[in-house]
């Protein structure tokens, strides 16, 4: 919210105190998460306190980067008064962020929130871009970003490739279907590349020029959500135009049908006709499925060409896929110049 006329913030609380934490008036809060206890920012002495230490830091370390987390629910959120104070308490938090950025001009600042959870449309003009969540493992991103992707575009929110072991799962997967996973976003890695192999090094390569190519279509276009289909999902992006599109089809989990049966696309010009190719996530010249697949349909190897109509009502087949699999492919008008 930024400063009154007078300088001072807008959100200050209504009495001084000396009390910088929230509690129950008269009484110190026992609802404690990580051995923590949450700052009222609406009391003018806790906000100079974490200005003043966040701005020193920023200062010394030259740092551009702010990752801002919020891994502590306000329990308790009372101002001295007994008055509910979490709105203050969010006003406070971006004028903090405001001042930051005015003070450090180039500073980004990343809002970071527990699997989207607790991301709100407000906090967006405070920083760059959403984090929404620390489990880099891909078929737990697969939900998190499908759902946090109702609420914001996938240019604002981070997807990373993390190691072969999540550090929160344990699980062990694919590299080609973590690539997979997070190609759909403000793309990064979010693994040690240092220890990997010359393989996974020409593989991460491949995916990062690959996502630098479709990175016009899948930071502008519109995104396109099919349903869910026996236990996979289809997700896409569409150029507005509708002459350029990129899907995954990805199965979570085993269905129940022996063959997925034919799979219809969205957001397509029925009256154009469209090249449809599959595409190798990690750059490989022969397309390779992100997983394991029991069986696939010619096209994906040869590729096919149909018109807008034939792909949004008829569909395309499917490859028989495991769980944690997927294919990406890539639609092309065929009468559109540049593609």
Known sequence: MGRARDGQPRF????????????????????????????DLSNPGAYEHVL?????????CEID??????NRDLIEALDVDGQPAVRRQTLATYALMDELVARHPGLEIESCASGGGRVDLGILEHTVRVWASDSNDPLERQSIQRWTGLLLPPELVGTHVGPTTSHTSGRVTDLDFR????LWGHA????????ISDEERSRL???????????????AGRTIRGPELDGAWLHGVVSHDQTH??????????????MPG??????????????VRALDVTGRDEVRIAGQAAATPPWTRHGVTLSGDALMRRGLAMPVLDPMAGLLFEVSATDHEGR
């Open 12 to 39: 200050r609380s209504r009495a001084g105190t000396s009390r910088l934490g929230f509690a129950a008036p008269e009484r110190t809060s026992t609802k404690e998460w990580r051995f923590q206890q949450v700052l």
């Open 52 to 60: 003043s230490q966040l701005d020193t830091v920023l200062t010394n």
């Open 65 to 70: 980067y702010l990752k801002w987390d919020h």
């Open 179 to 182: 690539c997979l996973t997070a």
């Open 188 to 195: 990064g890695i979010e693994w040690d590349i240092t220890k």
């Open 205 to 219: 390569a491949g995916w990062i020029s690959l996502h630098k190519r479709l990175r016009p279509l899948l930071h």
């Open 245 to 258: 599109g990129a899907f995954s089809y990805v199965r979570l989990v085993s269905g129940a049908a022996a």
């Open 262 to 275: 034919l799979v219809r696309l969205h957001g397509l010009d029925p009256k154009r006709t469209y090249a």
